[in-house]
């Protein structure tokens, strides 16, 4: 068993300080990010479907909160925070059957990742103002 000095003479497991931010490393911490927002974007939707059961006056009040400048730019966010949390995990889904882990398809994929996620943003706020 080791004592108490060598124990502490250990180096501590590296972390953030340690690292240089890459964008690989970058890209899995927002998708954790966005898959914790994914959980309260989770409750806006099923507080709508609660307020559409619940009768037309209550529903009036969640869709005007939802319509209002906020509310669009909330389920903005949680469309692109969806979108971006799916792509993400086809390139995980990818390098779980070892495809793909090569340091420069990596880092393009997740170069996609970002365009992608941002252009199909964008055309769902595109659809979202011509249908309003």
């Not at 319509?67 to 692109?80: D, E, I, K, N, P």
Request: overall charge positive.
């Amino acid at each position: 068993m080791a004592d108490a000095r060598t124990a502490a003479s250990r180096p501590l497991s590296p972390h953030l300080q340690v690292f240089r931010p890459i964008l690989t490393m970058m890209m899995s911490i927002v998708h954790r990010i966005t898959g914790g927002a994914l959980y309260v974007g989770t409750l806006f939707v099923v507080w709508w479907l609660v307020a559409a059961a619940s009768g037309p006056e209550y529903f009036a009040f969640v869709n005007g909160i939802y319509s209002s400048w906020f509310g669009r730019l909330v389920l903005l966010g949680f469309a692109w925070a969806l979108v971006h949390h799916a792509i993400g995990g086809i390139r995980h889904f990818l390098w779980d059957f070892g495809y793909c882990l090569d340091k420069a398809t990596a880092t393009r994929m997740a170069q996609i990742n970002i365009v992608a996620s941002l252009a199909i943003t964008a055309v769902i706020a595109v659809i979202g103002i011509l249908v309003a």
